[in-house]
Nanobody
Framework: QVQLVESGGGLVQPGGSLRLSCAAP????????MGWYRQVPGKQREFVATITSAGSTIYAEFVKGRFTISRDNAKKTVYLQMNGLEPEDTAVYYC????????WGQGTQVTVSS
């Protein structure tokens, strides 16, 4: 079992930035592929970004170079730096870990509004 604890969500104006963090204490963090997904009420959860255990990254098309995923294996934490936020980025953001099995965090709300 892997426990994922997200933080860093909140309210930000359009064009602003937020950095989400996801800690996985007690896990062998470095062996997991880590990622971020998001979900809007009434819609399916969608992929945002992933970083593999080897450090390779993949992004959703809508990220358009605005978001950066990174990981610090010593701190057992994955980050999502979000710049140029748009109202359409408003969603609950979920941390995801994968190695044979999938694990999810509880989600953190990001609201982009003026």
């Amino acid at each position: 079992q892997v426990q994922l604890v997200e933080s860093g969500g909140g309210l930000v104006q359009p064009g602003g930035s937020l950095r989400l963090s996801c800690a996985a204490p007690g896990s062998i963090f470095s062996i997991y592929d880590m990622g971020w997904y998001r979900q809007v009420p009434g819609k399916q959860r969608e992929f945002v970004a992933t970083i593999t255990s080897a450090g390779s990254t993949i992004y959703a098309e809508f990220v358009k170079g605005r978001f950066t995923i990174s990981r610090d294996n010593a701190k057992k934490t994955v980050y999502l730096q979000m710049n140029g936020l748009e109202p359409e980025d408003t969603a609950v953001y979920y941390c995801h870990a994968e190695r044979v099995y999938d694990y999810w965090g509880q989600g953190t709300q990001v609201t982009v509004s003026s």
